[in-house]
């Protein structure tokens, strides 16, 4: 079983950066692809970024493509999202995902594991 913790989310102002992390517990995630979504008030939950078990791969959703960028630190069972040029339509809960594959898939179907979640707010 794998436990995801994110971190570092909160409420800034448009154009601001914010970095979130999810620490991975109770076993490595160095075998699983990692991601981000987010839900944004009366959304659907939507894919934001992934990155491959190696780190070597990447793929982001068009909305955030040139202003958010995903890594990982597998030595610290980490995974980070910088998230630059924040915009009020980035506002969302963001949750870490591990997938049951190591290619950066961006489908729901194959999160294996889910963090809670941490609020983003972008104000204008």
């Known amino acids: 079983q794998v436990q995801l913790v994110e971190s570092g989310g909160g409420s800034v102002q448009a154009g601001d950066s914010l970095r979130l992390s999810c620490a991975a517990s109770?076993?490595?995630?160095?075998?699983?692809?990692m991601g981000w979504f987010r839900r944004a008030p009366g959304r659907e939950r939507e894919f934001v970024a992934t990155?491959?078990?190696?780190?070597?791969?990447?793929r982001y959703a068009d909305s955030v493509k040139g202003r958010f960028t995903i890594s990982r630190d597998n030595a610290k069972n980490t995974v980070y999202l910088q998230m630059n040029s924040l915009k009020p339509v980035d506002t969302a809960v963001y949750s870490c995902?591990?997938?049951?594959?190591?290619?950066?898939?961006?489908?729901?179907?194959?999160?294996?594991?889910w963090g809670q979640g941490t609020q983003v707010t972008v104000s204008s």
């Open positions: 995902a591990a997938f049951s594959v190591g290619a950066p898939v961006t489908t729901t179907g194959l999160v294996k594991y």
């Open positions: 990155i491959s078990y190696s780190g070597d791969s990447t």
């Open positions: 109770g076993r490595t995630t160095s075998n699983y692809a």
